[in-house]
């Protein structure tokens, strides 16, 4: 059965979906596959289209993500087409407009509903903003990278095993192919260790 990769998340991540019962939501929206036009309540619209008062107007996705700096924007339409394409669930952090001036990271939650011939046919989600963001959390991006790292971990375990099995098959180029491989997991696993330690006092 396939895996997916919002529940690989959620497994990984606990702090995360205990941290979700202190959060707030702050803002809802919906996506029309077919259109590919928005609907925003109105806190997602100041938030994310930068304007309150075109909430509930169906908006080009080009004006719903008015309201966010280009990049976030990107990512967020490039999560929302994902989802839709992998039968996955939209989960992204985003740095919105607040009313307080400065932007704030908002972790934005999703789901595609499909028909029975499993074609997305609406998208829904909210904005949520942690009651205290820097405690029990670290964000996606942090996560990710976490997952990253130990997918290349696996990866070497394997390639250990795969070698060994190599070595009672008496095959010396296919042992050269997998210690090829072993060599550039250990460089991968070298890079993520030289960005993970912290600063020296």
Known sequence: MKRRRSDARRATAPGIVGSLAKSEIVGTWE????????LLDSEAAERMAGD?????????????????????????L???GRA????DDVAIDLWVASSFGAARQVLCRGRIHRDAR????RGEGTLVELADPGAEM????????????????EAAELLIAARRAIDASGRPRLRQLVDVLLLEVAREIASHSDTTEPPAN
């Open 31 to 38: 996506w029309n596959p077919a259109t590919g036009c928005f």
């Open 52 to 76: 309150a008062r075109l909430a509930a107007r169906p908006l080009r996705s080009e004006q719903a993500t008015a309201g966010l700096e280009a990049s976030e924007a990107a990512r967020f």
């Open 78 to 80: 490039g999560e929302v």
């Open 84 to 87: 839709a394409e992998q039968e």
């Open 118 to 121: 499993q074609q997305p046919v």
């Open 138 to 153: 670290r964000s996606l991006r942090e996560l990710e990278r976490a997952a990253a790292a130990e997918a290349i971990d």
